[in-house]
């Protein structure tokens, strides 16, 4: 339904290459595709939308990202500005705002939601550097682990996605949990609720 509401939005202005349900499969689109802007939300299935979209700035620093997201929280906008997005576009804002996003960004600049915009100013004159972001302590495969770990995914299950060894998935969850001071997989998935990594 999502995906049919943009196509109609966006097919008077532009050409929709693809549509894909999850992060892992969003990156192998973008490499396969190679869009010149994507539309993404943070939460997704798999690999959620910021982890995604580093991996894509990384390997595809040419294509634009546009965020859209239920997060209005101004983390969420910071973390997707420092993996490399050039918009984040509340998912309750008018349908306008997103076309208004997308040409920013094709024009290579920056577009925040009015409704987050101020708040995140505020909040870097504040602290320009740091972030009160807990995600920021892990590294990359231990929030994609964690990702896992609150889908409800088996160390197998997650070595198998990941392409690792099953003692390596363990060996991640124990690390990811003693850095964030948490216990076990119920700890660890109201951990990724709370922080938007997966929906409740």
């Not at 740091?130 to 609150?150: G, I, K, S, Y």
């Not at 160390?155 to 990811?176: G, P």
């Amino acid at each position: 339904m999502v995906a049919e509401g943009l196509k109609r939005l966006l097919d008077p202005e532009f050409e929709l290459v693809g549509v894909v349900e999850d992060g892992l499969a969003l990156i192998e689109a973008a490499k396969r595709l190679h869009p010149d802007i994507i539309i993404a939300d943070i939460t997704m299935p798999g690999l959620n939308g910021l982890e995604a979209l580093v991996q894509i700035k990384r390997e595809c620093p040419r294509i634009k990202v546009v965020t859209l997201t239920m997060h209005r929280e101004v983390a969420y906008a910071r973390r997707a500005l420092d993996a490399g997005a050039s918009a984040f576009v509340l998912k309750h804002s008018a349908p306008e705002e997103l076309l208004t996003a997308i040409r920013a960004a094709l024009a290579g600049k920056t577009y925040i939601s009015p409704a987050v915009a101020g708040e995140l100013l505020q909040d870097i004159k504040q602290d320009p550097e740091a972030t009160n972001d807990p995600l920021t302590a892990l590294t990359p495969r231990q929030r994609e682990v964690l990702q896992l770990v609150a889908e409800g995914r088996s160390a197998k299950e997650i070595a198998s996605v990941l392409s690792i060894s099953a003692r390596t998935a363990e060996f991640h969850k124990y690390k990811l949990m003693e850095t964030l001071g948490l216990q076990n997989n119920s700890e660890l998935t109201r951990f990724a609720i709370k922080h938007g990594i997966v929906s409740a």
